[in-house]
């Protein structure tokens, strides 16, 4: 086959590719999109080495995603071995967040300065050193410190990822892309539970770290060897100004959403109200300051992507079935233990058949993108996880294992038919010059929506309970008032889903592509 992508392909295996060169030796980002899509149409694949390029992002955003979650089971248990709060152990997974959130607004910039092989490397170790700390951690601080260091680089490979697929990958074969990314967002998390559960009552959960590190380590070497230059390097310089406001502003409002929970329970040292006001002030002037640097194409973030209608009705989407799944993620197994008293095991495999299936039929609901568009699927999985919301708050003392197992199989399907077709859409909306911005956006999107539905399931259930108990309640009874009444909050959010749904659309180029495939 004599196609342009071949020829692209040929040049990528080449000596004479550079680090920092594009993939093609002239500007990679907007030709690739309409070069692989010449390719695709006459070829139906992508090229070898575009393909382990994307099979390695894959495998290592899901082994650092899988972390997200992965400690949910474990708080209880480490509440003991550390003597420590649940809203303080909350923190393994909100520190996560608040870490994510913080870098993931700079990496559309270091996408384009850094080359792909370099930054892969250094998120990788990170994370790397990150999960062996983690793993020898002696006290609850330093096991805090471990799980920064492994967001941050976990922060570096979801833009990376998300940029690379628009690059390399034709719009007419997006969504089945974007469906195997789907597993990676959605899929890791649901089964980060069961992995901590199956690990904590077989060998303690400092194993949970052990498991994860050798697998870390592969994608480490296998990158490093396999990783080609993707996109167009920039010279542009960062701006100096925009880091300190953008870690303010992003920093303050997460963790101002994560200190609610501890505010409830009377616990930590900074008023809430004091961090919302740092935050909301820097996060303003730091999206003031990219408005007038993006005129120059300089800026951090450019903001530019929110001139596509699609991309951002597709955004605050994803922001509201983000919280509810990460809310649910960490309320259903503390309704489990603390409510129903059940082991960590058993806690973790509520999950699992959800997580299996939402693997299972994300490239399905790819494919079904690529031919149909986003609403066949948007409409029913927004009412899936409308109705899973709806149902979990009628949970009580006599809920059943397989009421929780069924619930969250209806979840985990309504997430990945929701999940793809916004990702897709949104990004594919965006001119090709801005994906690592898109990227970018999307990215912080989902860390704050995580951190924000982490923060607001934690409280209410903090608050429900507290109430409870003030009326005479049990330990138990109080968690069960307390998990009804944030569920209850969830099931509202998740109306406001089942309406923004219906005005995400497919981007006209990509229909276009599809007609003309």
Do not use: C
Not at 184 to 199: E, H, N, Q, R, Y
Not at 349 to 357: A, F, H, S
């Amino acid at each position: 086959m004599t196609s342009q992508t071949d020829t692209s392909a040929a040049r990528v295996a080449t000596p004479e590719v550079g680090e920092g060169a594009s993939l093609s030796g002239a500007p990679a980002v907007a030709p690739a999109a309409g070069t692989a899509a010449t390719g695709a149409s006459s070829t139906h694949k992508l090229p070898v080495a575009h393909r382990n390029v994307i099979a390695v992002l894959m495998v290592s955003a899901f082994t650092v995603i899988l972390n997200e979650t992965v400690m949910s089971v474990a708080i209880p248990v480490l509440q003991k071995d550390f003597g420590i709060s649940p809203s303080t152990g909350q923190w393994l997974t909100t520190v996560f967040m608040l870490t994510m959130a913080v870098i993931i607004p700079i990496t559309g910039f270091l996408i384009q300065r850094i080359s792909t092989r370099k930054l892969f490397v250094a998120a990788m170790t990170l994370f790397s050193l990150g999960t062996l700390t983690a793993a020898l951690a002696p006290v609850f601080p330093v096991l805090l410190v471990a799980r920064v260091v492994q967001a941050s680089g976990t922060a570096i490979m979801m833009p990376l990822l998300m940029t690379t697929v628009m690059t390399l990958v034709p719009p007419a074969r997006r969504g089945l892309m974007m469906g195997n990314i789907s597993v990676v967002i959605s899929v890791a998390p649901a089964l980060g539970p069961t992995l901590s559960g199956l690990i904590i009552d077989n060998f303690g959960w400092r194993w949970i770290f052990g498991v994860v590190l050798p697998i870390a380590l592969a994608a480490l070497i296998f990158g490093a060897k396999w990783m080609v230059p993707v996109g167009e390097m920039s010279g542009a310089r960062i701006d100096v100004v925009s880091i300190p406001l953008a870690l303010l502003g992003f920093g303050g409002l997460v963790y101002g959403l994560a200190s609610i929970g501890q505010a409830a329970a009377g616990e930590g040292s900074i008023p809430v109200w004091v961090l919302f006001t740092v935050g909301g002030v820097a996060l303003l002037l730091f999206l003031g300051r990219q408005l007038l640097l993006q005129r120059k194409d300089r800026a951090l973030l450019d903001l530019r992507v929110f001139a596509s209608p699609i991309f951002s009705v597709a955004m605050v989407s994803m922001l509201i079935a983000t919280m509810t799944m990460f809310g649910t993620f960490i309320l259903v197994p503390l309704f489990a233990q603390n409510g129903l008293g059940l082991d960590a095991l058993t806690t973790g495999l509520i999950t699992l058949p959800g997580g299996l299936l939402m693997g299972i039929a994300s490239p399905f609901i790819g494919r079904i993108y690529d031919a149909r568009g986003p609403r066949l699927l948007l409409v029913p999985g927004s009412l899936l996880i409308s109705g899973a919301l709806w149902l979990l708050t009628t949970v009580n003392a006599q809920t059943s294992v397989w009421m929780l197992v069924i619930t969250n199989i209806a979840l985990s399907v309504g997430l990945a038919a929701t999940f793809t077709p916004l990702m897709t859409s949104g990004l594919g909306s965006v001119r090709p010059n801005l994906y690592s911005h898109g990227s970018a956006v999307l990215g912080t999107f989902q860390q704050v929506a995580a951190a924000a539905g982490t923060a607001l399931f934690v409280t209410v259930l903090s608050v429900g309970a507290a109430a409870a108990v003030g009326n005479g309640a049990g330990n138990a009874a109080a968690t069960i008032a307390g998990t009804q009444t944030a569920f209850l909050v969830g099931a509202f959010m998740s109306l406001a889903l089942v309406v923004a749904v219906w005005f995400v659309k497919k981007p006209a180029h990509a229909v276009e592509g599809v007609a003309g495939h």
